[in-house]
């Protein structure tokens, strides 16, 4: 099975999406599809021997719409040249729409039109002949659909101006016939009123999805379009897109990195926050990793390419966004089943008001009026954007603080999380030991200096923190001689002609060497000790720990701030977690815990229906990672707990998770609030456009209900796209503490 992302051209309405959905579902080998109103796209899965992209593309087709190209360059051609034939159409309709209204309702205010009735009549039709060129689309997506019995918005509206059409025509017809009272009946302005005000509805609506689809172009250009790359000794820039792995290129002070890469020559520091949200460069050197689109400082790098185009970081953030963005909330389900049912129900109840007041007394015009107004103020476009657009700028906004959501269910299962697990090593702490006191009697740094040399060839991760710290310092490391390690107790060597060892106190003792009273007093907490001793004598101790992230007690208090119950869980000893979980706030932990302990405590966790985050790093938590309701992984963790995961840290830092969780709480607040508006919209006006107005006495809002419908409708549209746009602005508190954006 492959899950593939088609962007779709001519989407208009939420009922468009059922009938996609429904289209490419029949193709045989298709698992399963989501069509996205929001922005245009479908997410199919299916098996590649069965459906083909042909096949898929004729469905598509078959339906009245067309599959977009997967080149991006040609798909943002193709988009903004569609978005410019409706920008143009839009000003046709108002360019006509507006000399119709004045002509049609002019007399009403005693405007003098200097025409007789039947010429009067006839400009009104050649005004509004423009007007129905400029909502060709309408006709062309909506009466098809109404012919396959799957109307959508576009049916409504076809339906209305056609019949306001209509019957403009039959009383131009009665003028001709010598009946000119008619002429005060005519219903070409409502055509243009109606075709005008929903087209500025749906071209605000076309530029609001133009716009949330160029943050994803907008990301992937970031990319240069050149690089220098060392071949045959030689300097030579070539396109970003022309580098095969294993080619060294160069960067320079100040320019974005073209992919993804090893260092390895040189030093610098590197502006990763279009990646990872955090402002502070980050200092690369010989081994470390750099990622393309990243700004290099003020240092030149070599590095070796290690992925190019599609596989690197960037790219696979970009394709977990369009997925994200192309995938349903469960929360969508409720208007999708609304919208699958509504546009048929609106034509039967505007049929049943046409019968009901024909029924009442009233003649063919007053009733097709009523008809015509519920037809149009029922369109169910504010719905179908509801929950789509809001998915879209949440992710995109998650995005931007560093916090990627694989898929729209993970972004509506963030808003419900009640209890969050962290593992603690990579995730509370930095998951690298770190030397973090020196307690000596001589000189520190000829005692550091000792002890890196003995630990210069080990492959210890407590050696390597030592060396490390060395070099940081500054200390000069001598050589040394006769290296010989003991598992699990320590070494030792020679370093300047004398004999050292360096290890916990039993090794030492074992080979004669006396411990002095309070030598462990520095071993506390959640540090371990490294003691050293020159020619058989004690000369010091070295503490280190893996040192608790910076962040973590400000992630924990902000995750307590919200409600949400945090357990530590984690495979080291006890003393050390207690240590750890009492320095960030955290007082339940469970300690000693093997992978599978770690997945029974998620489990044990949901059966008390409790909605369980589990937030971790490494292999061993990929099996919680799964289990759990939703799975954070730590943006430095290993691949498979990347895979695991629902949600990926991109900045490791631990204010990310209640982050997420607030942004998840923030999108589908908003979402039910464009629901609210959405349904309010049609429960208010509807039974207005039926004729509610008339039983209430006001009979002279009749024959302007129409175009009041269309406005009302434009609007409702116009009230869902700003209230998610809101969302583009909002910073979780969780980040704020510091400033951080």
């Known amino acids: 099975m492959r899950t593939r992302v088609f962007r779709i051209g001519g989407m208009s309405c939420a009922a ?74 839009l000003a046709i309709a108002i360019a ?18 200097p025409l007789d009735p039947l010429p009067y009549c006839i400009l009104q039709i050649l ?30 509206v076809a339906l209305g101006t056609i019949a306001s059409l209509i019957l403009g025509i039959y009383n131009t017809a009665l003028v001709a016939g010598g009946d000119m009272h008619a002429m005060h009946s005519l219903s070409f302005d409502s055509v243009g009123m109606i075709i005008a005000l929903v087209s500025v509805g749906k071209y605000i609506e076309a530029r609001s999805k133009s716009s949330t689809n160029d943050s994803l172009r907008r990301l992937l250009s970031m990319v240069p379009d050149e690089a220098t790359v060392i071949r045959d000794g030689a300097e ?23 992919t993804d890469g090893t260092v390895v020559e040189g030093e610098s520091s590197v502006d990763e926050s279009m990646l990872t949200g955090e402002s502070i460069p980050v200092t690369k050197r010989v081994g470390d990793l750099i990622y393309g689109a990243t700004v290099n400082g003020s240092g030149s790098i070599r590095a070796q390419v290690g992925k190019t185009g599609e596989d690197t970081v960037l790219f696979q953030i970009a394709r977990m966004m369009e997925m994200a963005q192309g995938t349903k909330a469960p929360v969508a389900n409720i208007a999708d089943r609304v919208a699958s049912v509504f546009v048929p129900a609106v034509i039967l109840i505007a049929v049943a008001c046409f019968i009901a007041w024909f029924l009442a007394g009233r003649d063919v015009q007053f009733c097709l009026t009523i008809a015509i107004s519920v037809l149009v103020i029922s369109c169910p476009c504010a719905l179908g954007l509801a929950t789509p657009l809001a998915i879209v700028v949440g992710t995109g906004n998650g995005s931007r603080h560093g916090i990627l959501f694989k898929t729209a269910s993970s972004l509506e299962a963030a808003a419900r999380i009640d209890t969050v697990i962290l593992d603690k090593t990579g995730t509370v702490t930095k998951g690298s030991p770190e030397v973090d006191g020196i307690h000596t009697e001589m000189d520190v740094d000829r005692f550091i200096g000792i002890v890196a040399a003995a630990e210069s060839d080990s ?27 003991s598992v699990g107790g320590g070494i030792s060597c020679t370093v300047d002609g004398a004999m050292v060892m360096v290890g916990n106190r039993a090794f030492l003792e074992e080979n004669g060497v006396g411990i002095p009273d309070g030598a462990e007093s520095h071993i506390t907490g959640g540090r371990t000790g490294m003691m050293a001793s020159m020619n058989g004598h004690y000369i010091g101790t070295i503490t280190i720990s893996d040192p608790v992230r910076p ?34 706030g955290i007082s339940e932990v469970h300690a000693e815990t093997k992978p599978s302990g770690k997945l029974e405590i998620v489990k044990k966790l949901q059966i008390g229906q409790a909605r369980v985050a589990m937030t971790g790093d490494g292999i061993n938590d990929a099996p919680a990672l799964t289990q759990s309701d939703m799975g954070i992984a730590v943006g430095s963790g290993t691949d498979i707990a990347i895979e695991s995961a629902d949600v990926i840290m991109m900045n490791d830092d631990l204010r990310s998770v209640p982050a997420a969780l607030e ?32 039983i209430l006495g006001y009979e002279g809002m009749v024959f302007q209900m129409p175009m009041l419908s269309a406005a009302a409708m434009s609007l409702s549209s116009i009230s869902v796209v700003t209230n998610a746009i809101r969302m583009r602005g909002y910073d979780p508190p969780a980040l704020r503490k510091d400033g951080r954006r």
């Open 663 to 694: 942004i998840g709480r923030a999108t589908l607040h908003n979402i039910k609030e464009n629901l609210f508006f959405a349904f309010c919209y049609n429960a208010v006006c509807i039974p207005i456009a039926a004729g509610l107005p008339v």
């Open 127 to 156: 005004l509004c002949i423009p007007i129905m060129y400029a909502g060709r689309r309408f006709y062309r997506k909506g009466l098809p659909a109404l012919l396959t019995r799957s109307p959508t918005m576009d049916s409504l």
């Open 236 to 258: 030579v820039r070539i396109p970003s897109s022309e580098m095969v792995v294993g080619d060294i290129v160069l960067i320079r002070p100040g320019e974005r990195i073209p």
């Open 16 to 89: 468009c999406s059922g009938r996609i959905e429904k289209a490419i579902g029949n193709v045989p080998g298709v698992e399963s599809v989501n069509a996205n109103f929001g922005n245009n796209t479908a997410t199919v899965t299916y098996d590649g021997t069965a459906a083909s992209e042909e096949l898929i593309r004729r469905a598509v087709e078959s339906a009245g719409y067309t599959l977009i190209s997967d080149d991006r360059d040609e798909a943002e051609r193709q988009e903004k040249a569609a978005l410019k034939v409706q920008g143009r159409d």
């Open 551 to 584: 962040e973590s007690a400000d992630a924990v208090a902000s995750l307590k701030d919200d409600g949400v119950r945090v357990i530590m869980v984690t495979g080291d000893r006890r003393s050390t977690a207690d240590a750890i979980a009492g320095e960030v």
């Open 459 to 485: 492959e210890h991760p407590l050696g390597e923190a030592v060396v490390r710290y060395a070099r940081s310092r500054g200390v000069d490391i001598p050589g040394h001689g006769e290296f010989s390690p």
């Open 96 to 113: 006509f729409t507006i000399p119709l209204s004045i002509v049609a309702m002019g007399p009403m205010f005693g405007l003098d039109i």
